[in-house]
């Protein structure tokens, strides 16, 4: 006789998002929808629109359609973190400092990971979210509840490609000083 193992499930999580304008609480979201929540702050959002219009890129299976069909609530900071409870899994995701805090009733995440799930909703091999959080976004796991008012531990230093040398007029004004010598010779 073998031990069958029951696959894990993740709790629901309580969510708060807080970006430049409003704080949004959301209680009782299921895993997967939380993880597809946690997988949209990997493109680096800045504000709540901007992880709307991620979402589609990880909305995945049992996901909803959007961020607009899950049960958030626009309240205050206080009020948000007072609905938090030790007891229960919760994520705070401040897209004004880029930081996200887990509580220590959560499953482990990572910061870089890769969550999966069957069809019949449990994990597996079949519908996959992958996470990769921007290097400059803090991420603390299994925090107490105070650490949500706390500042940042590092100074934010956000990662700023010089996109305009390498796609922009410099690059279309080298080429053509290249082409120009090559021609001249």
């Given at each position: ?13 309580d ?10 609480v959301?209680?009782g ?7 597809t ?16 219009s991620?979402?589609p ?5 049992p996901?909803?359609g959007?961020?607009?069909d899950?049960?958030f ?9 007072s ?8 994520i705070?995701?401040d ?23 069957d069809?019949d ?18 991420f603390?796991?299994n925090?107490d ?23 922009g ?17």
């Amino acid at each position: 006789m073998t031990d069958e193992v029951e696959p894990a499930r993740c709790p629901d999580v309580d969510i708060v998002v807080v970006d430049q304008h409003l704080v949004r609480v959301a209680l009782g979201v299921d895993d997967w929808n939380a993880t597809t929540l946690f997988a949209c702050v990997s493109e680096d959002p800045a504000d709540w629109s901007q992880i709307a219009s991620v979402w589609p890129r990880y909305q995945i299976g049992p996901s909803v359609g959007g961020v607009e069909d899950l049960d958030f609530t626009v309240v205050n900071i206080e009020t948000a973190v007072s609905q938090l409870s030790h007891e229960r899994a919760w994520i705070v995701i401040d897209l004004r400092t880029k930081r996200v805090c887990l509580g220590r009733a959560n499953d482990l995440m990572e910061r870089d990971g890769c969550y999966a799930m069957d069809e019949d909703g449990v994990y597996g091999r079949e519908l996959r979210i992958l996470i990769h959080l921007p290097p400059w976004w803090e991420f603390h796991r299994n925090v107490d509840l105070s650490m949500v008012d706390q500042p940042r531990r590092e100074e934010l230093h956000v990662f700023r490609p010089q996109r305009e040398v390498l796609w922009g007029p410099e690059l279309t004004k080298g080429l053509a000083e290249l082409m120009l010598a090559r021609l001249g010779q």
